[in-house]
């Protein structure tokens, strides 16, 4: 059975450097929750803690109304599947899988059944009686998964277990991944840095940065309404414009950009003073006025065109025009006008950096 996971206030600590600073999560059951940021930034650290391989400093963890802390790490019941794969070279593909049902001491009978469901879930059935040396990267990603999820544990928990193969199995093996949880409803903690894969897969998504939460949410929150400028930065492209911000007691400011463009955004609070815009490529747009400048350099990428404009300013932006909106190329050299949806761009306090874009 799936269980939820409640993490509070989860502190780590290795000598003076402090790797988790206070985290909390809340995990619902049979989700698929991907912790995502840079290295260093805590998220293999908070893994471990709750597969119970690192020690906790402070805070508390739940599996259901369970309160795990003190529980020894294969007394949890997780499945676990790591960046290096860590199966069993000496052991075939069947007994492998096999494992961690023997250890539980599951009879024979149900353990092959279970381990046959297993190997036909990630299509490796006629692989069963062969060594690890003799599959490939996948298939051995597949027989880690079976592994992993033969067992049924309470949690799922993936450590980058991706990183490892080529870009486009990668792509081919995050979908089975997905298609896996999804059907199999166990709750999953997944870590990478791939902010591609991250989108692509989770149900909702944490990003993380020096042992800090930035922001929790679904992809598409993450990505259309980002919280800060860290995670406009980290998660796609994003531009970022300096602005002056004015007003917004009717829920409205007035913010005006290089004195060149004037816009009315939505905001949360009345707030005076300087600001900070960023707006995706797709978002930014060619208009007969707004922010002058001139085409750098223009690459095309099938559905869409991305154009690299410097503004009169020096400032470089890239605009992402797709072909199906348009039937003119602009030329590298060609002179013109920028401008944006402010009610799709994030609007930021500069001092601050908190958000206030609706």
Known sequence: MSNEVIIKD????????????????????GEFFTLLGPSGCGKTTLLRMIAGFNSIEGGDFYFGEKRINDVAAHKRDIGMVFQNYAIF?????????????????????????????????????HLADRKPNEL????????????????????LLMDEPLSNLDAKLRVQMRTVIKKLQRRLGITTIYVTHDQEEALAISDRIAVM???????IGTPNEIYAKPQNPFVAGFIGVSNFMDCDIKG?????ADVSI???????????????????ISARPEQLFFSKEGMPGKILFSTFLGDFIEYEVELDDGQSL?????????????????????????????????????????
């Open 318 to 358: 890239i605009v992402n025009e797709y072909t199906k909106d348009t039937t003119e190329v602009h030329n590298d050299g060609e002179r013109v006008f920028l401008s944006f949806d402010p009610a799709r761009i994030s609007l930021y306090q500069a001092d601050t950096e908190e958000v206030l874009s609706l």
């Open 258 to 276: 290089q004195g060149e463009l004037s816009i009315q955004v939505p905001v949360s609070r009345a707030f005076t003073g300087k600001g900070k």
């Open 10 to 29: 989860a502190v780590k600590r290795y000598g003076d450097f402090t790797a988790l600073n206070g985290v909390s999560l809340d995990i619902r059951e």
């Open 209 to 215: 940065k020096d042992g800090n939460i930035m922001q």
């Open 89 to 125: 070279p000496h052991l075939t593909v069947k007994e492998n899988v096999a494992y961690g049902l023997k250890a539980r001491k599951t009879p024979k009978a149900e353990i092959d059944t279970r381990v046959e469901e297993a190997l036909k879930l990630v299509q490796i059935s």
């Open 136 to 155: 490939s990267g996948g298939q051995q990603q597949r027989v880690a998964l079976a592994r992993a999820f033969v067992i049924e544990p309470s949690v």
């Open 248 to 252: 917004g007691e009717n829920g409205v």
